[in-house]
C-alpha cells in the first residue's frame, strides 16, 4: 500500500476485535498492550490500524463491507447452532437474540453507503 488509500477498512476478524480484547486486558489486569500499527483487512490490505473501523456507517471500502456482511452472518448461524447443542452456557433463546444482534449489523454492512 502507497498510502494514498483513502477507505476505511474493517479487520479480517471483525467479529473479533483486537481492541475489545485490548480492552479487557486493560480493566481485568491492569495491563495495556499497545494495537498493531498494520492490520489485515476484509479485502486483504495491510492498513494503519487507524483506518479501520468496526462501525458500518464509517467503512467506506466495498469488499470490506462485503467480508464484514458475510462475518456477521457467519457468526450469527454459529451463535445459533451452539446455543442449541447440550451444556451450552447460554440458552437457545439467548442465542437467537446475539445472532439476530450480528444478522442486524450485517444488514447495516450492506445497508451502508460508501
Excluded at 30 to 59: E, F, K
Excluded at 62 to 85: D, G, I, K, N, P
Excluded at 101 to 112: E, I, M, T, V
Aim: charged share 25%; with cysteine.
Amino acid at each position: 500500500m502507497g498510502g494514498n488509500d483513502p477507505h476505511i477498512h474493517v479487520q479480517s476478524k471483525v467479529v473479533h476485535g483486537d481492541a475489545a480484547t485490548r480492552n479487557v486486558l486493560a480493566s481485568t489486569f491492569g495491563l495495556a498492550g499497545d494495537l498493531p500499527s498494520l492490520v489485515a483487512t476484509g479485502c486483504g490490505l495491510r492498513v494503519p490500524y487507524a483506518m479501520t473501523s468496526p462501525r458500518p456507517d464509517r467503512v467506506t471500502c466495498l469488499a470490506c463491507r462485503e467480508h464484514a456482511r458475510r462475518e456477521r452472518l457467519r457468526f450469527s448461524e454459529e451463535v445459533e447452532r451452539l446455543s442449541r447443542m447440550a451444556g451450552s452456557t447460554i440458552s437457545p433463546a439467548q442465542g437467537k437474540l446475539a445472532a439476530e444482534k450480528h444478522r442486524n449489523l450485517a444488514q447495516r454492512f450492506s445497508d451502508a453507503e460508501g
